[in-house]
């Protein structure tokens, strides 16, 4: 075989292998990342502010891959998490279109259990984990992909609880109940963090009813930096207003210290939403503010006795001013723990 005969053969072989290796790895998808917009939790009502592209990475050794009905929109796919009972529900309407539950594909090793139920149109998918994690997900070419990740203390962790849900109403004056009014003011703090460099884990997501020794000992497992409690007040006379924070006077006031946080989410939540201070209250008989085992304090963000706190607790521009007076004091309290 001549010089020139050698080299052409030579240089085909490289390529063929070359591309051999590229289809390879765009078939098996180890690695690969999926860029999506991350979707409407439509438990948690997003605003119209532009949401940033999500990146997650899907490893086919560990990933749930659900196909979605060409019929059914990503908005219209509402996924709940239960982080304290471990579990994930995913719930979409078929339209009249059919959901192959043999197309389904779980690698996923945190899945002790998945259960598949249908009711007319709705079809709702049970998971179960087997420990607690992260859950992230994308929408891609129809698929809803889905990974439940360890819970990383590199990065800073706050955890949200949002006073009350399901059973438990929490205070409530004509068809306006506490529990609404906590979880949307927790659901904008989400939305306003979203690129902020901590990550925030909720003791509910959706209306569901947790214990409070649940909470409490949710956060003493994940051991967050912070754990802040969100409520809305009520007293009987109806002239009373403003905000307040509980804090546990068992625990000191340096930093770390119930009182600390306190004093700091006094501060922010007072400035931002500007309807007066009650200051800070010996909470230290709150369950949560009393045996959560790291820095806790409970915001109450308003009187719904008093008719001007009311009005602010449920107009959008109030509920945003609470969200970031939240977010500021976080971000101080953070920022002085050497956290971010």
């Given amino acids: 075989m001549d010089e020139l005969t050698v080299r052409t053969a030579t240089i085909s072989s490289i390529l063929f292998l070359i591309l051999i290796i590229v ?3 765009v078939s098996s998808g180890y690695g690969s990342k999926i860029h999506a917009k991350e979707p409407e939790n439509t438990i948690i009502v997003t605003s119209d502010e532009k949401q940033e592209e999500q990146t997650i990475e899907m490893n086919p050794d560990d990933n749930l891959v659900i196909p979605i009905p060409g019929t059914v929109s990503k908005e219209n796919v509402t996924i709940t998490i239960d982080a304290i009972g471990k579990a994930v529900n995913i719930n979409f309407n078929v339209n009249g279109a059919t959901f192959d539950v043999a197309k389904v594909t779980n690698t996923a090793a945190q899945i002790a259990q998945i259960e598949y139920r249908s009711e007319k ?5 049970d998971i179960v984990l087997n420990d607690y994690y992260e859950t992230v997900w994308c929408f891609k070419d129809g698929n809803l992909y889905m990974r439940f990740l360890n819970i990383e203390k590199d990065t800073a962790i706050v955890m ?10 929490g205070a409530n004056i004509n068809g306006i109940f506490e529990k609404n009014i906590t979880m949307s003011v927790c659901r904008k703090l989400k939305e306003m963090a979203a690129n902020q460099p901590f990550k925030l884990y909720f003791t509910r997501e959706g209306d569901l009813y947790r214990a409070v020794e649940e909470r409490a000992g949710f956060a003493n497992i994940i051991q967050p930096d912070l754990f802040v409690s969100v409520h809305a007040n009520w007293y009987d006379d109806s002239a009373v207003n403003g905000t307040s924070v509980l804090y546990n006077s068992l625990n000191g006031s340096e930093i770390r ?3 600390w946080l306190a004093s700091i989410l006094d501060e922010e939540v007072t400035k931002s939403m500007g309807i007066g201070n009650k ?15 790291v820095p806790a304090a409970l915001v109450e963000l308003g ?7 009311l009005n602010v607790l449920t107009s959008e521009e109030g509920q945003n001013n609470a969200a970031k007076g939240l977010l500021n004091g976080i971000n101080r309290a953070l920022h002085e723990l050497g956290r971010i």
């Fill in 23 to 25: 289809v390879f790895e």
């Fill in 121 to 125: 149109d709705i079809i709702s998918i």
């Fill in 160 to 169: 949200i609880d949002p006073g009350h849900g399901g059973s438990d109403a």
């Fill in 257 to 259: 210290s119930s009182n």
């Fill in 279 to 293: 200051g800070l209250v010996d909470g230290k008989s709150i369950y949560v503010v009393r045996y959560t085992k």
């Fill in 303 to 309: 009187f719904m006795s008093n008719e001007a706190d």
